[in-house]
């Protein structure tokens, strides 16, 4: 697969507007091991193996086991998450498949039962951020270096 157009050379200031929204994500309190979670997840979902592989390597640098990175995908079989993270992906899903969930209210109340009202926004930035890179990067056949 080829690449397309460099986004990063090619619109800066926007890619700039996007790294804002990266920095006050960092920045918000949410964990940062969550957050990776809601990235791999929601890169999965929409196919980008340059967003999938960013990810799982900073997670990996983080600390976070190859058990739980493996088991992301299926992460409702497996026994390896909190409670508090379930709902993270839980939540993910739904807004990343948005058009097919409606983002259901169950889902909803069980994101604020683990988080605040605040941790609910700055989740929900985070994963619409990452669906944003997602599109650029599966958009414009962005790859992972070999």
Aim: charged share 25%; glycine share 4%.
């Amino acid at each position: 697969m080829t690449s397309r157009i460099n986004y990063y050379k090619t619109a800066p200031e926007a890619v700039n507007l996007m790294l804002g929204l990266e920095r006050y994500i960092n920045n918000s309190g949410l964990e940062k091991s969550l957050l990776n979670l809601v990235k791999i997840r929601a890169s999965q979902i929409n196919g980008c193996g340059y967003c999938v592989d960013i990810h799982t390597t900073e997670a990996r640098k983080a600390g976070e086991s190859e058990r739980r990175l493996y088991a992301v995908a299926v992460w409702r079989e497996t026994p390896f998450f909190t409670e508090r993270e379930r709902a993270a992906l839980a939540w993910t899903e739904a807004v990343t498949l948005l058009p097919a969930t409606q983002a259901p209210d169950e889902v909803y109340q069980e994101v604020l039962h683990y988080f605040s009202e605040k941790e609910t926004v700055d989740l929900t930035m985070a994963i619409i951020t990452i669906n944003s890179w997602n599109r650029l990067a599966v958009g414009f056949r962005t790859m992972p270096a070999p």
